[in-house]
C-alpha cells in the first residue's frame, strides 16, 4: 500500500468506527497529526483551524467583545464606550423625570446613536458588542432614529410634522 492510504485509514483503526462515521467526524473536527508522519519525517503536523466549528458547544464571544481598554487599566476605563452611552441615557431619563420630557427622550435617542457610531468606529467596545458588528449598528442605529422622531413629532408643539401621517391617522380612524 503507499504511504498516502495508510495514513487515510489509520483514524478508522484507531478509533474503531465505521467508514461513514469516521468520515462524518472527521469533516467537523479538524485533523490530529498521527504518530507515523510526526515520526516519519512525512507530512508537517496539521494545525487547528481558527474557523469557528460547524456545530457549537459554547456560547461564542461578541465580534467586538474585548476590552476597550488595556487589561491593567481599572474596570470602568475598560468598558467607557458603554458607560457613555449609559450617562448618556441617564441624564435623559433624569430630564425626562423633571417635566424635560422632549430634551429628555431626544437625549435617550442621541445616546443610542452614539452607541451605533461607537460600534461602527472603534475595533473594541468592551460590552457595547451584543451581536456582530453590523447588527448592533442596525440596532442601535434604528432605535435611536425612532425614538428621536417620535420626540420631535411628539404632540403638544410638535417640533416635526409629516403630513401625510397626520392623513394616514384620520382614514384609519375614521373608517
Do not use: C, N
Not at 66 to 89: M, S
Amino acid at each position: 500500500m503507499p504511504a498516502g492510504e495508510s495514513a487515510a485509514q489509520e483514524p478508522e483503526v484507531a478509533t474503531g468506527k465505521p467508514e461513514s462515521a469516521a468520515h462524518e467526524s472527521a469533516a467537523h473536527e479538524p485533523a490530529e497529526p498521527t504518530a507515523r508522519s510526526a515520526v516519519s519525517g512525512g507530512e508537517p503536523p496539521v494545525k487547528k483551524s481558527r474557523r469557528f466549528p460547524l456545530f457549537t458547544k459554547d456560547t461564542a464571544r461578541p465580534e467586538g467583545g474585548g476590552r476597550a481598554a488595556p487589561g491593567d487599566a481599572p474596570a470602568p476605563a475598560r468598558q467607557w464606550p458603554v458607560l457613555t452611552v449609559l450617562g448618556v441615557t441617564a441624564i435623559g431619563l433624569i430630564l425626562t423625570a423633571f417635566d424635560v420630557w422632549r430634551a429628555g427622550t431626544l437625549l435617550i435617542g442621541v445616546a443610542l446613536l452614539i452607541g451605533a457610531v461607537l460600534r461602527r468606529m472603534l475595533p473594541s467596545v468592551g460590552m457595547l458588542a451584543v451581536r456582530s458588528r453590523f447588527t448592533d449598528m442596525v440596532t442601535y442605529g434604528m432605535l435611536g432614529f425612532a425614538i428621536v422622531m417620535l420626540a420631535l413629532m411628539a404632540q403638544p408643539d410638535p417640533v416635526l410634522e409629516i403630513p401625510f401621517l397626520d392623513e394616514t391617522l384620520h382614514f384609519t380612524i375614521s373608517s
